[in-house]
Antibody
Framework: QVQLQESGPGLVRPSETLSLTCAVS?????????WGWVRQPPGKGLEWIGS???????FYNPSLKSRLAISVDTSQNHFSLKLTSVTAADTAVYYC????????????WGQGTLVTSSS | DIVMTQSPDSLAVSLGERATFNCKSS????????????LAWYQQKPRQPPKLLIS???TRESGVPDRFSGGGSGTGFTLTITSLQAEDVAVYYC?????????FGQGTNVEI
């Protein structure tokens, strides 16, 4: 059964960089899928952040593009998110997902991890 | 960006009754070349991640009960639960994947 598991710090200071990793199990990240990130501020709706193919092709949300980097490590079978210059507005549950490429569907979700931006 | 607007924000339905809620997009999410609607529905139960229920506006994902049905085209879509069960209590989100950035509605909270 394919599973996604997010990991990373739960607290990031304002102006610093948020870094998360998503480990993929029971499925090769090099298979024909896109992998991405969706976030959900506490009590609010969902926002697509961006997605990546194993070759490195990326789709980014333009509203975050200037601060965003998504990368993939096929040897470790995981992919990662870096978001720079965080503010309180970046406080959210961050989900890693399978999907979000040209088809734009998010067919599999990790359990999510809460990242809070606070001093 | 395509703005997705759902209505109502919250809906209380008795067990066994029908629940219908709506999603409107600020521009068409229909592809004329293949006649497909680039609209999905997700279900998010409390303390869980969202789950993809329906894609292409009306195609249920594997394992999704047939009491869930989606419809609509262009800019207006609906999700119907024909006979509400206790396990259907959740927030339901629509999402367009017609163009980047992919965007979600604000959600409809379904309660008993």
């Amino acid at each position: 059964q394919v599973q996604l598991q997010e990991s990373g710090p739960g607290l990031v200071r304002p102006s610093e960089t948020l870094s998360l990793t998503c480990a993929v199990s029971a499925y090769s990240i090099s298979s024909a899928s896109y992998w991405g990130w969706v976030r959900q501020p506490p009590g609010k709706g969902l926002e697509w952040i961006g997605s990546i193919f194993h070759t490195g092709i990326t789709f980014y949300n333009p509203s975050l593009k200037s601060r965003l980097a998504i990368s993939v490590d096929t040897s470790q079978n995981h992919f990662s998110l870096k978001l720079t210059s965080v503010t309180a507005a970046d406080t959210a549950v961050y989900y890693c997902v399978r999907g979000g490429g040209p088809t734009g569907l998010f067919g599999l979700w990790g359990q999510g991890t809460l990242v809070t931006s606070s001093s | 960006d395509i703005v997705m607007t759902q209505s109502p924000d919250s809906l209380a339905v008795s067990l066994g009754e029908r629940a219908t809620f709506n999603c409107k997009s600020s521009q068409s999410v229909s592809n004329r070349s293949n006649n497909k609607q680039y609209l999905a529905w997700y279900q998010q139960k409390p303390r869980q991640p969202p789950k993809l229920l329906i894609s292409w506006a009306s195609t249920r994902e594997s394992g999704v009960p047939d009491r869930f049905s989606g419809g609509g085209s262009g800019t207006g879509f609906t999700l119907t639960i024909t006979s509400l069960q206790a396990e259907d209590v959740a927030v339901y989100y629509c999402q367009q994947y017609f163009s980047v950035p992919y965007t979600f509605g604000q959600g409809t909270n379904v309660e008993i």
